[in-house]
């Protein structure tokens, strides 16, 4: 998406009304009940990229929008990524940070690195930022059934992946 294309649909969104969440709201409404504001979206980037940090977060701080941000544990300092100093920024600005696994591999073709590549990750972007690292997004948006029982099992509230509905549903 070009960066003017991204502001006008940031744009749209603030005129049609909405009203930007992160995933760690939506998953406290849904476990203990309450309230979500009028018409709640949440707007998600993946991998760790810099021009998310560089072009997308700069128009959503100033429409007031945050967003969740996911990231490949083991891209942090790398060249064209996100820093730990850059990623605070985003942290003290509203956004959350959520984990995209250690090295963005499709963790269901293969079940011997699930730990490693879903604690780790999360691990290691706890010692980072300093804070809790509550959600996880599937690599190419693809689990089963181990892969979601294993996330939840390593202390994530939520998982994400490529939905075709608006149906959200709880663990199980």
Do not use: C
């Not at 969104?13 to 018409?39: C, F, K, Q």
């Amino acid at each position: 998406v070009s960066v003017s294309d991204f502001q006008a649909q940031m744009e749209a969104l603030r005129a049609w009304g909405y009203t930007e969440i992160t995933h760690s709201n939506l998953v406290v409404v849904m476990i203990n009940g309450g309230d979500l504001p009028n018409r709640p979206v949440v707007i998600t980037f993946d991998d760790g990229n810099i021009d998310v940090y560089q072009n997308a977060f700069p128009i959503m701080r100033d429409m007031g929008f945050v967003g969740a941000f996911y990231i490949v544990g083991n891209r942090l300092q790398s060249k064209d990524y996100v820093n730990e100093d850059q990623m605070r920024d985003l942290i003290d600005n509203g956004w959350e940070i959520g984990s995209h696994s250690m090295s963005h591999v499709d963790l269901t073709l293969d079940y011997s690195s699930v730990r490693y590549e879903v604690l780790q990750s999360r691990l290691t972007l706890q010692n980072v930022t300093g804070e809790s690292i509550d959600t996880f997004a599937y690599a190419y948006g693809k689990t089963d059934e181990f892969i979601t029982e294993k996330v939840s099992e390593y202390g994530y509230k939520a998982g994400m992946g490529l939905g075709t509905s608006w149906e959200h549903t709880l663990w199980t």
